[in-house]
């Protein structure tokens, strides 16, 4: 156990519709990343916030955003949903930001796009 | 901009056997290295890291040591077991372009199978 939860576990919605992905870091870490892992690309870099504040984008589309709130929990927001973004949505967080810091990965969410 | 490359298998070993995952990167910067490993239907764990030139991160039996003169962290196990059967990711975090980004970068991940 990574200490990392994400809620829910698994998510079967219809294209179009819009979906909130929720991330808690492990108690005193500040950072949380955002990754998507499908079968096609890998595991791609989204997102990254850093205690309240966006810190570096990656690959994110337009349709998908993300806070993090003052308790450091995160949300990842999934907006006019399509069949290819069916995948597996991870969160990670580390307790600072830089090269050296472990990222502690949740056991994702599973989106599926009818 | 970096990047990752792994052997990427699937690898499938006797119970026993000795293992070893070839990875190399490319980055701009000097970078931080990791393996982890996803078992089925789960998250992915950290299972080693290093973090300078020579550095050798260990856990569980697993070892790679930070080669930045081949630009390389291959991962190795002196004796599998059943159950390391997983996908390994080898991984890197740097700078990035704008001097801020420690996102990881994944290579594609390697499925070990370990037979009885």
């Known amino acids: 156990d990574s200490g990392v939860t994400q809620t829910p576990k698994h998510l079967i919605t219809a294209t179009g519709q819009r979906v909130t992905l929720r991330c808690s870091p492990r108690s005193g870490d500040l950072s949380v990343y955002w990754y998507q892992q499908s079968l096609d690309q890998g595991l791609q870099f989204l997102i990254q916030y850093y205690n309240g504040e966006e810190r570096a984008k990656g690959n994110i589309l337009e349709r998908f955003s993300a806070q993090q709130f003052p308790d450091l929990h995160s949300e990842l927001n999934l907006s006019s949903l399509e069949l290819g973004d069916s995948a597996l949505y991870f969160c990670?967080?580390?307790?600072?930001?830089?090269?050296?810091?472990?990222?502690?990965f949740g056991p994702g969410t599973r989106l599926t796009v009818t | 901009g970096d990047s990752v490359t792994q052997m990427e298998g699937p690898v499938t070993l006797s119970e026993e056997a000795f293992l070893t995952i070839n990875c190399t990167y490319t980055a701009t910067g000097y970078p931080s290295l990791f393996w982890y490993v996803q078992y089925p239907g789960e998250g992915l764990q950290l299972l080693l890291k290093a973090t300078k030139a020579d550095d050798k991160g260990s856990n569980k039996g697993f070892e790679a040591t930070y080669r930045k003169e081949t630009t390389s962290f291959h991962l190795e196990k002196g004796s599998v077991q059943v159950s390391d059967s997983a996908v390994y990711f080898c991984?890197?975090?740097?700078?990035?372009?704008?001097?801020?980004?420690?996102?990881?970068?994944f290579g594609k991940g390697t499925l070990l199978t370990v037979n009885p």
């Open positions: 991984a890197l975090s740097d700078r990035g372009s704008g001097g801020s980004n420690y996102k990881l970068t």
């Open positions: 990670a967080s580390s307790e600072s930001t830089g090269a050296t810091y472990e990222q502690y």
